[in-house]
C-alpha cells in the first residue's frame, strides 16, 4: 500500500507531488469503499465490488493492495484509527463532562458497527493477515481503555494507580458489546448505551474515591 501522504511529508520535509496526491486520494477511496462494504455486509466482499463501490478498475485496487486479504485488513486498520482519533481527550476542567461526552462518541461509533465487526471478532478461522490485523486492534482496544481510564481516574482526583474496579468499567461500558446489549436485546438506542455506560462509570469512580480518601 502507498504511503500516507501527510506521513510522507512530516518524515521528508517536502510537499507531496500532485501524482502522489492523487495516488493517495484514490488509496483512501479504496479504503473507504472497503470499510463500508465490509460494515454492511461482512469479510466475503470481492475486489471486483471494491472497485465498483470506489469508482475505479479492479487493476487499479490490485496496483496499491496485492490480495483481497492485505486491502481487508488495512481497511479494518484505517477505521480502527479513525476510531482513535474521535475519541476526545481530557482538556481539563469537569472530568463528568468529559467522560459524558466520550461515552456519546464512543457508544454513536459502535452503534454503527454492521455485520463485518462481529465476524470479524468472532471467526477463528480468519486469513492470516487478518488474524494478526485482529491481534493488533485486541492490543491496541486494551491500550487504549487503559489509558482512558488513567486519565479519567487522575481528572477525578484519584492518586496511586488506576483502580481495577474504574479500569474494568471502563473496559467493559465502552465496549461494542455493552452497545449491542442495550440495542439489540434491551430494545434502546445507542444513546441509551452512552447514558448508561456513563452512569456505571461515575458510580465506579465515585465509589473508588471516597474509598481511596481517608475518613
Same mark, same amino acid.
Given at each position: 500500500?502507498?504511503?500516507?501522504?501527510?506521513?510522507?511529508?512530516?518524515?521528508?520535509?517536502?510537499?507531496?507531488?500532485?501524482?502522489?496526491?492523487?495516488?493517495?486520494?484514490?488509496?483512501?477511496?479504496?479504503?473507504?469503499?472497503?470499510?463500508?462494504?465490509?460494515?454492511?455486509?461482512?469479510?466475503?466482499?470481492?475486489?471486483?465490488?471494491?472497485?465498483? %463501490? +470506489? /469508482?475505479? &478498475?479492479?487493476? =487499479?485496487?490490485?496496483?496499491?493492495?496485492? !490480495?483481497?486479504?492485505?486491502? #481487508?485488513?488495512?481497511?479494518?486498520?484505517?477505521?480502527?484509527?479513525?476510531?482513535?482519533?474521535?475519541?476526545?481527550?481530557?482538556?481539563?476542567?469537569?472530568?463528568?463532562?468529559?467522560?459524558?461526552?466520550?461515552?456519546?462518541?464512543?457508544?454513536?461509533?459502535?452503534?454503527?458497527?454492521?455485520?463485518?465487526?462481529?465476524?470479524?471478532?468472532?471467526?477463528?478461522?480468519?486469513?492470516?493477515?487478518?488474524?494478526?490485523?485482529?491481534?493488533?486492534?485486541?492490543?491496541?482496544?486494551?491500550?487504549?481503555?487503559?489509558?482512558?481510564?488513567?486519565?479519567?481516574?487522575? %481528572? +477525578? /482526583?484519584? &492518586?496511586?494507580? =488506576?483502580?481495577?474496579?474504574?479500569?474494568? !468499567?471502563?473496559?467493559?461500558? #465502552?465496549?461494542?458489546?455493552?452497545?449491542?446489549?442495550?440495542?439489540?436485546?434491551?430494545?434502546?438506542?445507542?444513546?441509551?448505551?452512552?447514558?448508561?455506560?456513563?452512569?456505571?462509570?461515575?458510580?465506579?469512580?465515585?465509589?473508588?474515591?471516597?474509598?481511596?480518601?481517608?475518613?
Amino acid at each position: 500500500m502507498s504511503r500516507d501522504g501527510y506521513s510522507w511529508c512530516v518524515s521528508t520535509g517536502q510537499v507531496p507531488t500532485l501524482a502522489e496526491d492523487k495516488k493517495q486520494a484514490t488509496v483512501e477511496r479504496i479504503l473507504r469503499a472497503a470499510r463500508y462494504l465490509i460494515g454492511a455486509r461482512g469479510l466475503d466482499v470481492t475486489m471486483d465490488e471494491i472497485a465498483a %463501490a +470506489a /469508482g475505479v &478498475g479492479r487493476r =487499479t485496487v490490485f496496483r496499491h493492495f496485492e !490480495s483481497r486479504e492485505n486491502l #481487508l485488513a488495512a481497511a479494518v486498520e484505517s477505521g480502527m484509527r479513525r476510531y482513535g482519533e474521535r475519541l476526545p481527550p481530557y482538556a481539563g476542567g469537569d472530568w463528568r463532562a468529559w467522560l459524558g461526552s466520550l461515552c456519546f462518541e464512543v457508544h454513536r461509533m459502535n452503534g454503527s458497527y454492521g455485520p463485518g465487526y462481529w465476524e470479524l471478532t468472532a471467526r477463528r478461522d480468519l486469513p492470516r493477515e487478518l488474524a494478526a490485523m485482529e491481534g493488533r486492534r485486541r492490543r491496541a482496544r486494551k491500550t487504549a481503555m487503559n489509558r482512558l481510564s488513567g486519565d479519567l481516574w487522575k %481528572a +477525578a /482526583g484519584g &492518586g496511586g494507580p =488506576t483502580p481495577s474496579v474504574v479500569a474494568d !468499567s471502563v473496559g467493559a461500558h #465502552l465496549s461494542v458489546h455493552f452497545t449491542a446489549a442495550v440495542t439489540a436485546d434491551a430494545g434502546q438506542d445507542w444513546k441509551r448505551a452512552a447514558d448508561l455506560a456513563f452512569a456505571s462509570i461515575t458510580a465506579s469512580v465515585e465509589a473508588s474515591l471516597a474509598g481511596d480518601r481517608p475518613s
